[in-house]
């Protein structure tokens, strides 16, 4: 396989490309390698020092040579954004990524560390590089729909630049150990930034290396957890932007699902300080199904987190977006699935107040979707064994649909989840009934003062008010023609 690869090798084509294309140049690596210091596109190319071929008696040394030098041949960054520019240098580069591709697929003897280093340099060359600034329409976007997907023009070698790292990282070949010294916490790092990206291949390629990386590198996965905590922090408390949640929350899916029992403090503060505030921006549509699979597999893990994160969820409960309202009510469905009765009672008197005020919105779809709590089994069960605590708080929002509300199919759910409670407890729900009725007649009571209050204030304004001008006789007044005297000054 080696000597193939050494054959397919063209001195001639190596000193050519060094100097094409309009991208950052390369040097080639020393003896030691350097750590990972990738550059800035744009930087002027340097022509590497090309000697010839080693003698045939060497050929572990010029298996090392060969593949570096082609590597370093990868190492040249072009312009995309002219596609008839370097087109020749441009698809020369793209062969030898493809061929180092089958390379590391097929390869039988270990890497060894120049070649690593090397690797590592060109992933860091050609992926890491600063965005482009993000033009927003000023009009509001829905909070459940993406912008418009940008294709980046260079993804005809991003491509295969992504297919060779994750070749690189998932190859047995490849010494963990050894790789572990260039990919270090810079280099994910600047991994981590690519996720910004506008392409959605781009950020799907990532998502299967990244979950890679955090399987096979076992000391990074702290500096992984930490590191993709700041970009939620960043993104709910500073920015409002960032493309690559929804799959960064995919990743953590998974990762999640491997947790081992009892969790770590360190675990549960990142569901506390990292997940439940990813529901405050207004954009939580977008990646709300992979956030919720992240929590409910937190709450599989432990049950005692249930409650933990009903209270989340109604601290970022939406007020005023009904949209967003309705997302909440199904995610609280499947989180409320998994809890246990202990920790329901702990937290049901706020739930169930918030249920209330979801009942009595005038979006029928809200109205709706929480009367539908009451289908799930689960639900019901725990609502059946705490009724005389749930009831109370409950009624009234039934009473007023029953009475006020204006759509037909909420006042039919309505009815029926009310005819539930009265065969679960009528003399309880009479009790509710008497009780609400005393409360509207206090309340009618009270608007009626208020009223004729109002009524007294607007006759009194409206009345005609003469001003009465009254003399105070116990001081005299000067006479008309005395002259002012100015003050002296002493």
């Known amino acids: 396989m080696w000597k193939q690869f050494i054959g397919k090798l063209s001195w001639k084509s190596l000193k050519s490309s060094s100097g094409g294309g309009g991208g950052g140049g390369y040097s080639p690596p020393a003896a030691k390698p350097s750590p990972l210091s990738p550059r800035a596109n744009g930087a002027a190319a340097v022509k590497p020092n090309v000697s010839p071929p080693p003698a045939a008696g060497a050929e572990g040394r010029s298996r090392e040579d060969a593949f570096v030098q082609k590597v370093n041949i990868c190492c040249v960054v072009f312009d995309f954004s002219d596609r008839g520019k370097d087109s020749t240098e441009k698809e020369r580069k793209r062969q030898v990524l493809m061929s180092l591709v089958d390379c590391i697929g097929a390869v039988e003897e270990p890497l060894t560390e120049a070649m690593i280093a090397a690797c590592v340099r060109m992933f860091a060359i050609n992926l890491f590089r600063v965005f482009p600034p993000k033009v927003r329409s000023s009009t509001t976007a829905s909070e459940t729909e993406e912008d418009e997907p940008f294709f980046d023009p260079s993804w005809y070698h991003l491509q295969v630049v992504y297919e060779l790292l994750l070749r690189f990282v ?110 405050k921006p207004k954009t939580v549509g977008v990646y709300l199904p992979q956030l919720t699979y992240c929590i409910t597999q937190f709450i599989e893990k432990e049950t005692k987190l249930a409650g933990t994160v009903i209270r989340g969820l109604l601290k970022y409960w939406p007020v005023t977006n009904s949209q967003k309202e309705m997302m909440f009510l199904g995610e609280l469905e499947e989180v409320l699935e998994l809890t246990d009765m202990a920790e329901f009672q702990k937290c049901m008197v706020p739930l169930f107040r918030r249920i209330a005020n979801c009942l009595n919105s005038s979006h029928f779809q809200v109205a709706e979707r929480a009367l539908f709590l009451w289908n799930n089994e689960h639900l019901f069960d725990m609502i059946t064994q705490n009724h005389q605590v749930i009831l109370p708080i409950i009624y009234p929002a039934l009473e007023r649909n029953t009475r ?80 002012l005297v100015a003050p002296t000054v002493t």
């Open 170 to 279: 998932t190859s047995p070949m490849v010494d963990a150990k050894a790789a572990r010294k260039y990919m270090d916490s810079s280099f994910i790092s600047r991994l981590l930034d690519l996720f910004d990206s506008d392409d959605p291949r781009e950020r799907d390629c990532l998502k299967t290396i990244l979950h890679r990386i955090y399987g096979k590198f076992m000391g990074n996965r702290p500096f992984i957890r930490k590191a993709v905590s700041n970009i939620f922090y960043r993104f709910v408390f500073e920015t409002d932007h960032h493309n690559g949640i929804a799959e960064l929350l995919e990743v953590f899916g998974s990762v999640i699902s491997g947790f081992a029992k009892p969790l770590k403090e360190e675990h549960k503060l990142f569901l506390w300080k990292a997940l439940i505030p990813l529901h």
């Open 404 to 483: 006020w509300h204006w759509n037909q199919s909420v006042l039919n759910v309505t009815l029926n989840v009310r005819k539930m409670f009265l065969d679960m407890d009528e003399r309880l729900l009479l009790a509710c009934q008497n009780n609400f009725q005393a409360e509207e007649e206090k309340r009618a009571a009270t608007e009626e003062r208020r009223r004729l209050m109002w009524e007294q204030l607007e006759r009194n304004a409206a009345g005609a008010f003469h001003p009465v001008i009254t003399t105070d006789t116990s001081f005299p007044a000067p006479p008309s023609s005395a002259p």
